[in-house]
């Protein structure tokens, strides 16, 4: 049974950091692309960033030079580090593994999913 397991979300005031981990087991994903998204109560679920097997990047705009995402396939894990947070990225955040076609933006091609961890920045 494939399973993604969020850990690291919690309360931050804003300017303040945290990191997310999302450790996998049943298959190991080193080879196909990973990915973080989230929603905010009362919107769509929204990418923030992704990353190859090559390690190539991707990033929201709203995000972009604040979090940098990162894999350890030797222990199937992805991490997503969060700093100079804004009261406007909170939200539930959810780890995802191996989209369809490798398109890694859209939230419907990818295959697994996490159930999520809260990230609460207060202003």
């Known amino acids: 049974q494939v399973q993604l397991v969020e850990s690291g979300g919690g309360l931050v005031q804003a300017g303040g950091s945290l990191r997310l981990s999302c450790a996998a087991s049943g298959r190991t994903f080193s080879s196909v692309p990973m990915g973080w998204f989230r929603q905010a109560p009362g919107k769509e679920r929204e990418f923030v960033a992704a990353?190859?097997?090559?390690?190539?990047?991707y990033y929201a705009d709203s995000v972009k030079g604040r979090f940098t995402i990162s894999r350890d396939n030797a222990k199937n894990t992805l991490n997503l580090q969060m700093n100079s947070l804004k009261p406007e990225d909170t939200a539930v955040y959810y780890c995802a593994a191996d989209p369809l076609f490798g398109k890694v933006t859209t939230p419907l091609n990818y295959r697994y999913w996490g159930q999520g961890t809260q990230v609460t920045v207060s202003s």
């Open positions: 990353i190859r097997s090559t390690s190539s990047t």
